[in-house]
């Protein structure tokens, strides 16, 4: 068999790349190792049950005719809803009025994306397993369900099979490849608080939760049926609240009750599905070069990130937004040419949001209960109010804009250094609605010149 | 076949774990899949040809009963004799009098090694290509030369298979293992000085030569047919002088007589064998942890650097010791216990070498070339001689010694915080032999104690 273009991986970004290329009018074949879940729904492997949706995945998807498909399926988190220990809750807006989050689960939302590649006329093929990826030849082998093997060669080879890509196992032989993989400290576990008796969610739905707790935080996200997905982070080991030191759902019942009682008085299941559901591990993986030979890697494949600032998916469907603009510029002529620019062009910006993935996960879960933490964040929000467009809180500019990743960081870490300067004031705590906030707005241009 | 021990690669560091392993009286399968060298020599595959032996290698050589039948292979270099442009040489000893490092063809070191292993009793196979390890049930399964499969199952798997290593492929795979591969941006090629006519050495056959040249450079080792190695470092592409720009013999003959050109007038061959050479890269791989279900990694299988400290094989040979000394404490009771133990007491020490052999190469290519650095030796070579004990200058410590090189490391970075302080003085080079030196070597605990 011979296709022009071969993807591997049909989750959320194979599924959306597909939409992409078929739509250029391209012939795509989209390899998929597991069952057909639009028939026999599968519970993700080991992945993250719902997603949160921003403005980068959400202008990926208008731009493919998907984003009025999607949407009745999402709900919009206005804000974290914080906990204390005594079950307080504050709650602090992600950005202005309407600017929301929006919370998917992971297989419907899959589900939408591959009937619409299947529908524009890419052929789909799964219980197709990756087995060796002959990169010079662009050759792969698959193994089916059967035991037996097929043999495919393409003309261009597309990697979107995640974190673990069998594509990129294969790139690491090649001279010169350069690849880091590393797991963080920290696992995560999934567990669920179902809707309450009369039907209803059991907290408010427009938000996402958090329980920061220094080292360790659960958070959840609302779901369509009025459940929520929580999960916990914890370290696997050395601390006295880890994973190494919960041996069961018993144990998880005592810590949950000290650390989180308000959550536990609403998870009946708890001890059970503590013991059930596995415990996954964090990876972080930087790759360089994307491509070699026509075979390139997109999403997880080239850059896997930590959760912390739910832009795992909205990189990864960004991805694909800029290497079907890529391909609308300079056409298939040269395939060589289009990968070469999509991994110059977006390399620093998956570099940029993965240090920040990787940093944000101290402000979830310590910064977060910090009373001068949240005195910082009322300036940054008041600066913002004042001046829309010349302060944007970082955060905003990763979630609600598509300034470049690299962009953000940098005007991030700008006003990082200025808000340090202003916070060193031991009174801020009580004169800071009364700043001058257009002079500290001016020191913007000052350090820059430096 | 249910071997005890089975290690895969019979390289310089697998051939010496398997003499040591068999002086412990335990049960020892080595497989390899190069063909048998001794009886068919192989041109070693892209690896380079003579390696430096220094004290760490030396030390583990003696106690496995190796020294004295190594040595009369060896050719000692007493210090670096550089090149200017203008056929100018200067020649700075290593350390003090008679203190070596010894240049040995890796050919005939591997074969003495290996040697030893087979009259130990360590079962040796050739042709056996590693390819898979299910690292689970401790199985691997070799491809032979006739095509046909062979598995075997074992209770101890050691990795020693080099910078490419199967073993930690699979590790790969595991949750949580940590793994990077760098290659650095330069490459390099090996080229040939050989005997005069009367058949005697072309150079000073008792230091190794570098021809500094900043960005790039050329090194060459003496051999004991009266030939030198020379290795030609240059960056691949981007500059001036690099690989890419470089077309064939032609091209680099050119260069040579620009460059290296008292080098040139005794390279007769220079073009022919540059065309024929490979150019090869150079990997820098870290990766945790090394030990998996009885499994380990060591040599460059678990830390492979780049050569310009000339640690490489010293310090795979310091992990053979190590291990070595860790069984005779522990036994073979715990392999868990013993493997355990090994990489948290070595991976802080091949941490360091690392990075101090990613550094050394301005060191060599560079600064070499500059009279300021020349003086800064001098004054640290006179510290040395004043307090031979109290100041030991880094490039002994870790070539002369067998401190730790994580210790080695951070005195190194305590005295190269006093001579940079020292080397401030705009007057430095007329007043260098009149400094106060003891005062000089005072500071080391001043320092030490901020």
């Given at each position: 068999m011979n296709d022009k273009i071969s993807l591997l991986g049909a989750g959320l970004i194979g599924s959306l790349m597909g939409v992409y290329l078929k739509k250029r009018g391209l012939d795509v074949a989209i390899y998929e190792k597991r069952r057909d879940w639009r028939k026999d729904k599968l519970a993700a492997e080991g992945r993250s049950i719902n997603m949160a949706l921003s403005h980068r995945g959400l202008k990926a998807l208008e731009k493919a005719g998907l984003k009025e498909k999607v949407m009745p399926y999402t709900l919009p988190m206005y804000g974290r809803r914080m906990h204390d220990e005594h079950g307080n809750t504050y709650f602090q807006p992600y950005g202005k009025d309407n600017q929301a989050i929006y919370s998917v689960s992971r297989n419907t939302f899959n589900e939408i994306l591959l009937e619409e590649a299947d529908r524009c006329g890419a052929n789909i093929f799964f219980n197709h397993k990756v087995e060796t990826v002959d990169v010079e030849n662009k050759r792969v082998r698959f193994l089916l369900a059967d035991g037996s093997t097929k043999d495919i060669s393409s003309e261009v080879i597309i990697g979107?099979?995640?974190?673990?890509s069998s594509l990129r196992n294969a790139f690491e032989c090649q001279t010169r490849f350069n690849y880091k993989q590393e797991y963080i400290s920290h696992g995560y576990k999934e567990l669920r608080i179902p809707p309450t008796a009369d039907g209803g969610f059991a907290m408010d739905p427009e938000a996402l939760h958090i329980w920061p707790r220094g080292r360790f935080m659960l958070i959840a996200l609302p779901n369509l049926d009025k459940s929520f997905t929580c999960t916990l982070f914890l370290p696997f080991e050395g601390y006295k609240v880890c994973f190494e030191k919960i041996h069961d759902g018993k144990d998880a019942e005592y810590i949950f009750q000290t650390y989180f009682n308000d959550a536990y008085h609403l998870m009946p299941d708890l001890a059970e599905e503590y013991d059930r559901n596995p415990t996954a591990a964090l990876i972080n993986t930087e790759c360089y070069p994307w491509t070699v030979n026509n075979c390139l890697l997109i999403g997880d494949a080239a850059h896997a990130i930590v959760p912390f600032y739910g832009q795992g998916m909205n990189c990864g469907f960004e991805d694909c937004n800029i290497l079907d603009e890529l391909i609308g510029k300079f056409g298939t002529f040269s395939w060589d040419l289009v990968f070469e620019k999509f991994q110059k062009i977006r390399k620093p910006d998956t570099d940029a949001i993965s240090t920040l993935a990787m940093e944000n996960f101290v402000e979830m879960s310590d910064s977060m209960a910090d009373p001068k933490f949240l005195i910082r964040k009322k300036i940054e929000a008041k600066l913002h109010e004042l001046f829309p467009d010349e302060w944007v809180p970082l955060y905003s500019m990763v979630t609600f804009t598509d300034m470049s990743y690299s962009e953000a960081y940098a005007q991030g870490k700008l006003q990082e250094q200025i808000m340090d300067e202003v916070m060193r004031d031991p009174m801020i705590s009580h004169k800071w609605d009364s700043l001058d906030f257009e002079n500290i707005l001016n020191r913007v241009d000052a350090v820059r010149s430096v």
């Open positions: 979107s099979d995640g974190a673990h």
